[in-house]
């Protein structure tokens, strides 16, 4: 056997015999590289006689090709099986379930806003906000509570040091009324709208936080009276309660920017120790709980809201949304509300998939 076969049996048997990439790069340096013996042997081609290069040249050449091919192939076939290795062990399994890791709910306070946005987007009302840091003119004195008025004095009002740009101070909205005022402003007539969102009064104890939520509502149109009002209230109770069974009492009351204005009761039973609503208030056993404040927007508001009350009338009404919330669901304590309690929240919170429909129902469990 000739030198170069026998370099060429060689160096494919040790081709052969790598079991990996880097094996078989070194053995292509030793081989190919610069200074490697087939290298070295392709060089003493210069050196021959045009005969002898003849000669000998074809089987360095083959040489050179074989050891060439064999390293691709040998190549190629590690590729293939490191990429078959990934692909048995990096799979992703997509039918798996999610990890069970801790998940969120959605608060009742949250839950219960969606609710009231769906009753009220079907009555045709839209949704309009309003800041939290108000400023004293669209706090009390649009809403006919000039600097005296002994009504300011009931708000427990949270105060800053600033000025406001309308003169009096700024402050934290102590109810929700201002959006009327403002969207009145903003809007023009006619409007149907609430207006969810938070308020401050500095109070505390079991059924009252410094801060706490409210809806507003406000209707303001041609011919607007009385009846309009109970109708809206009664529908969207019966709605938000997904009860028939809902008694309304309306009772003559003051608040300074409603003329006139009325207190509504709704009657409750008492079962297991718990109030339950439905039924009068009057029958045996029975009571009426104060739910929420209304009546017919005061002129004097419509008329500071720019627009002219011998036109435009309407109603207004504002109800505590932390207490829709504890009377469908059942909380007695409103502090846990806000104190962050994951099992509370665990235990009184709403799946996120939950979204209340009219559909689907606005009070369906989780
Ligand atoms: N803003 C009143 C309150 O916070 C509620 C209310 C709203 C009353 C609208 C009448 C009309 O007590």
């Given at each position: 056997m000739s030198d170069i076969q026998s370099m060429?049996?060689?160096?494919?048997?040790r081709i052969t015999a790598a079991t990996d990439l880097a094996t078989?790069?070194?053995?292509?340096?030793?081989?190919?590289?610069?200074?490697?013996?087939?290298?070295?042997?392709?060089?003493?081609?210069?050196?021959?006689?045009?005969?002898?290069?003849?000669?000998?040249?074809?089987?360095?050449?083959?040489?050179?090709?074989?050891?060439a091919d064999a390293l691709a192939d040998r190549k190629a076939a590690f590729e293939a099986d490191e990429l078959a290795r990934r692909l048995a062990t990096e799979k992703a399994d997509l039918t798996l379930p999610a990890p069970d890791a801790p998940c969120g709910t959605v608060h009742p306070v949250s839950q219960v806003m969606d609710e009231l946005a769906e009753i009220f987007a079907d009555l045709g009302f839209a949704v309009a906000t309003g800041p939290e840091i108000e400023d004293d003119w669209y706090n009390f004195?649009?809403?006919?509570?000039?600097?005296?008025?002994p009504a300011r004095a009931m708000?427990?009002?949270?105060?800053?040091?600033?000025?406001?740009?309308?003169?009096?101070?700024?402050?934290l909205r102590t109810h929700t009324s201002p959006v009327q005022v403002r969207?009145?402003?903003?809007?023009?007539?006619p409007i149907r709208i609430i207006a969810p969102g938070r308020v401050y009064r500095s109070d505390s104890d079991a059924?009252?936080?410094?801060?706490?939520?409210?809806?507003e509502g406000l209707v303001i149109d041609k011919d607007i009276h009385l009846g309009h009002l109970k109708w809206t209230l009664e529908t969207f109770l019966k709605a938000f309660f997904e009860t028939d069974d809902i008694v309304l009492r309306l009772r003559p009351s003051y608040f300074p920017f409603t003329e006139p204005s009325v207190e509504v009761d709704v009657g409750f039973a008492i079962e297991n120790g718990r109030r339950v609503l439905g039924g009068s208030g009057d029958a045996p056993?029975?009571?009426?709980?104060?739910?929420?404040?209304?009546?017919?927007?005061?002129?004097?508001?419509?008329?500071?809201?720019?627009?002219d009350p011998d036109e435009w009338q309407g109603f207004a009404f504002g109800v505590g949304v932390d207490r829709l919330a504890m009377l469908k669901y059942g909380m007695d304590d409103?502090?846990?509300?806000?104190?962050?309690?994951v099992r509370w929240l665990q235990h009184y919170g709403f799946s996120a998939y939950d979204q209340p429909t009219l559909s689907a129902g606005v009070g369906a469990r989780p």
């Open positions: 060429t049996t060689d160096a494919l048997q078989l790069e070194t053995l292509r340096v030793e081989l190919l590289g610069k200074q490697g013996s087939v290298s070295g042997l392709l060089k003493t081609l210069g050196g021959m006689s045009p005969e002898e290069r003849q000669e000998k040249a074809p089987a360095i050449q083959a040489l050179r090709q074989a050891v004195t649009a809403l006919n509570m000039p600097e005296s008025h708000h427990d009002t949270f105060y800053f040091p600033d000025t406001a740009p309308k003169g009096g101070r700024m402050l969207t009145m402003l903003a809007e023009g007539a059924t009252h936080t410094p801060m706490f939520h409210q809806v056993g029975h009571g009426w709980m104060e739910l929420l404040g209304s009546g017919m927007v005061n002129r004097k508001v419509i008329e500071m809201s720019g627009l409103l502090r846990a509300f806000f104190d962050g309690d």
